[in-house]
């Protein structure tokens, strides 16, 4: 009897001073389709991982989660409409956590990564990707007649922020060369934009550019990576630090971002889900292997720390290029 008076002594004790975690919350039962916001175009990195762990996640709660579209501002409108909506558990975002952390410095949405729930699936590298039309058969001669023509040399992404456009500026500032910046709503459009010749060059992610390079109408230069990544039915493509020694670049994740404030039911269930169901999900996995993706599943404090290194790769290189309004650091994001 002393033994059960004591643990719900220190269950109270707990729950008084805010320290119960979502685990000891009871399992979130969801009795509405769930609204999943992709801030960015359909068919491109996010919706692509976003639909496909929709999917596998109805499942397991037995309700329909509904994936709608809102692409615009580098992902930041979609992302705000989340956060703006009722902390009722019923409307997550989803996208890249390097994303998510830039937009307090680029002052698009005041609200830093912590403020979220992360619930991470996949990390991407983004590929250098040339026109089957264009001339360049490898990353040494796109550097070189970018050198040759400075500024013209027509890159498409999918806007400012986008892994795409985080990988050529890494490039420009390792190299000095200089691009003219093609954008687009999404990944799939820049890419779809490079197949029929209105750009040359995409750096979006290989998850985006995977279908294309199969049917040989994309040539794969390069990874912006230090590690080479194989696509299933093409092969191996190389490193770009082979070209540019000592590039380096850390992992992209992508994920379902919840709010917190939401109910802790919901939290604690989605951990549980994660821990259980998606850390080793077949369907995820054969995507990532499909597409050129890691799969990498981690929620909570470990997918922010996970995700952090690439969070203060993305808002310092966007500060050093003048797209921030604030130093990062001043928004909580140490210099890597």
Do not use: C
Not at 242 to 255: D, Q, R, S, W
């Amino acid at each position: 009897m002393h033994k059960r008076f004591l643990l719900k002594s220190l269950a109270a004790a707990a729950l008084a001073l805010g320290l119960a975690t979502p685990a000891l919350a009871q399992q979130w039962k969801p009795t509405k389709p769930i609204n999943l916001i992709v801030p960015w175009a359909a068919g491109g990195s996010t919706d692509q991982i976003t639909r496909v762990t929709a999917a596998e996640l109805e499942k397991v709660l037995g309700q329909k989660i509904i994936v709608v579209n809102q692409p615009g501002a580098s992902g930041s409108i979609g992302t705000k409409n989340a956060w703006d909506a009722a902390r009722d558990g019923y409307t997550w975002t989803a996208g890249a956590a390097q994303d998510l952390g830039a937009y307090q410095a680029l002052g698009m949405l005041d609200v830093p990564a912590r403020d979220w729930h992360l619930f991470l699936s996949v990390a991407n590298i983004a590929v250098v990707g040339a026109g089957a039309n264009t001339p360049y058969k490898d990353m040494k001669q796109l550097l070189d007649a970018m050198k040759a023509k400075p500024g013209e040399i027509k890159v498409a992404t999918a806007g400012v922020t986008s892994g795409g456009h985080n990988a050529m500026e890494a490039i420009s500032r390792a190299t000095g060369v200089k691009y003219r910046h093609v954008t687009y709503d999404g990944g799939n459009p820049a890419v779809v934009a490079t197949v029929s010749g209105e750009t040359d060059i995409t750096t979006q992610l290989a998850v985006e550019q995977a279908e294309m390079i199969r049917g040989k109408r994309i040539r794969p230069l390069a990874t912006v990576s230090d590690q080479a990544l194989e696509i299933e039915g093409y092969g191996p493509i190389e490193p770009i630090s082979k070209t540019i020694p000592g590039f380096t670049a850390p992992a992209n994740y992508f994920g379902i971002f919840i709010p917190k404030g939401v109910p802790p039911e919901v939290v604690g269930t989605m951990q549980k889900i994660w821990s259980e169901n998606i850390a080793n999900n077949a369907a995820i996995k054969a995507y990532a292997v499909n597409r050129g993706a890691l799969f990498k599943p981690v929620a909570g404090d470990a997918a922010l720390a996970a995700a952090m290194p690439a969070i203060q790769a993305n808002a310092w290189l966007l500060h050093a290029t003048g797209k921030t309004k604030v130093s990062p650091d001043q928004v909580g994001i140490p210099k890597p």
